[in-house]
């Protein structure tokens, strides 16, 4: 199962660019990378979600190097309401064989004003 | 639209017996995925459900099983409850790119 690495925590400010780095190195072929943020007693909300290169929406970027060890979630400009928990995952996708999801612990990010 | 529905949303349940949670996809997504989540850690993968059959197990004893009925909806059966078995129980549907997430099931085992 591809285990995912990323930091504990994250201090930021508001308006600054925050990137998050996940490090997965047993990724698999057919493993897709997509990130999500979750609040307090809530369910992870999806972020965004890529294969390889580059992958933009309109709330965040995902950069994921050729080798795919590792992806970097961007968020622009973030505001106080960007303070969440932000989760790497690992795993294909439903309707592509066998599916295990592994989540990490997760990133505590809390942005300042 | 209604997003992915989760019923009760709290629980309170003895070490011992059972509990069945019941999860209702985004209409249209054939795709269930349970998740434990037990506080200050990531959700934990327990099963997944595409078209009525079993896609995906994760690392938890067969105390742990689930079905997805014709409609797509889904139920997680646990039995034999242990205080270990205490956490947010999160169902996910998808269409195949990135899950949506109800908002749990938070079970407490006494």
């Known amino acids: 199962l591809a285990k995912t690495t990323q930091p504990i925590s994250m201090d930021s400010y508001e308006g600054q660019e925050v990137n998050i780095t996940c490090s997965h190195n047993n990724i698999a072929t057919n493993d897709y990378i997509t990130w999500y943020q979750q609040f307090p007693s809530q369910g992870p909300r999806f972020i965004i979600q890529?294969?390889?290169t580059k992958v933009t929406n309109e709330v965040a970027s995902l950069f994921i190097p050729a080798d795919r060890k590792s992806s970097t979630l961007s968020l622009p400009r973030v505001s106080l309401s960007d303070t969440a928990v932000y989760y790497c995952?690992?795993?294909?996708?439903?309707?592509?064989?066998?599916?295990?999801?592994?989540f990490g612990r997760g990133t505590s990010l809390i942005v300042h004003p | 639209d209604a997003g992915v529905t989760q019923s009760p949303t709290h629980l309170i349940k003895t070490r011992g017996q059972q509990v069945t949670l019941r999860c209702s996809p985004i209409?249209?997504?054939?795709?269930v995925s349970w998740y434990q989540q037990v506080l200050g850690q990531g959700p934990q993968f327990i099963f997944q459900?595409?078209?009525?059959?079993?896609?995906g197990r994760g690392n938890f004893p067969d105390r742990f099983s689930a079905r997805q009925f014709p409609n797509y909806s889904s139920e997680l059966n646990v039995n034999a409850l242990l205080l270990g078995d205490s956490a947010l129980y999160l169902c996910?549907?998808?269409?195949?790119?990135?899950?949506?997430f109800g908002s749990g099931t938070r079970l407490t085992v006494v």
């Open positions: 459900y595409y078209e009525k059959e079993e896609r």
């Open positions: 209409s249209g997504h054939k795709s």
């Open positions: 996910a549907s998808s269409l195949g790119r990135g899950d949506t």
């Open positions: 995952l690992v795993g294909a996708t439903a309707s592509g064989g066998s599916y295990i999801p592994t």
């Open positions: 890529g294969y390889k």
